[in-house]
């Protein structure tokens, strides 16, 4: 059940911030335009990537060298360092969302939200490669419960975001709660780095 839990709390720590595809999802719960469409297809593709990321860790767990899990070891702390100075470099700017703008047909808003998804490239550093590489040494169970943590996460996520952003949108577009909810995703991402630093120099 921890790892339940505690892919659950990384998975929203990575997805939850402020990004192109985070926004689309805002501006069209807004304007009420195929919310529940996009919500799905943000959700699945997150869940895909979720478990691709673990199991395809686990496929090469045979290759891994301690070499090799020293080298992952020492990108993954380099991606939270540089995931955590984004946050801090974001906190310092002003955040603010785009106009909305009009509203889409049921194949616009199918391929634009594919698009904001599968064309991003953070999608595949959050998820494939960070969850991936950091459940690489658990076992096969907690790696099942930690990409369900991550999935759920996902999945609660994108449906509150896309539902929840016409009564909250006066929320959603202020510049204090988004530093608010950086600063907790620093603090957290800072403990897993914490972490991440007692497995390479123990």
Same mark, same amino acid.
């Not at 090799?68 to 540089?82: A, K």
């Given at each position: ?5 505690? @892919? ?20 069209? @719960? ?8 996009? +919500?799905?297809? +943000?959700?699945? #593709?997150? *869940?895909?990537?979720?478990?691709? &990321? ?19 070891? *020492?990108?993954?702390?380099?991606? =939270? ?6 946050? *801090? ?24 939200? *594919? &698009? ?22 658990? =076992? ?6 930690? &990409?369900? &943590?991550?999935?759920?996460? #996902? ?5 509150? =975001? ?6 909250? #949108? ?19 991402? #800072? ?12």
């Amino acid at each position: 059940m921890n790892f339940l839990i505690f @892919g659950f709390f990384t998975g929203m720590s990575l997805i939850f911030a402020i990004g192109a595809q985070n926004i689309f999802v805002i501006e069209q @719960g807004l304007k009420k335009n195929f919310i529940f469409l996009v +919500c799905l297809i +943000c959700a699945i #593709s997150d *869940v895909l990537l979720i478990f691709l &990321g673990i199991f395809l860790f686990h496929f090469f767990d045979n290759f891994f060298t301690p070499q090799i899990e020293i080298v992952l070891n *020492v990108l993954l702390l380099l991606f =939270l360092l540089h995931f955590i100075w984004e946050k *801090v470099r974001i906190n310092r700017t002003n955040i603010k969302l785009k106009k909305l703008g009009k509203n889409y047909n049921f194949f616009e808003i199918f391929y634009r939200t *594919v &698009g904001f998804t599968f064309l991003n490239p953070h999608v595949y550093s959050d998820t494939v490669f960070f969850l991936g590489n950091f459940s690489k040494n658990f =076992l096969m169970e907690q790696k099942f419960l930690f &990409g369900i &943590g991550a999935s759920v996460s #996902s999945i609660i996520f994108f449906f509150s =975001l896309g539902y929840l952003s016409k009564y909250l #949108s006066n929320y959603l577009k202020s510049e204090k709660v988004w530093k608010l909810i950086n600063m907790i995703i620093i603090i957290f991402m #800072s403990l897993l780095t914490f972490y991440l630093l007692t497995i390479i120099f123990k």
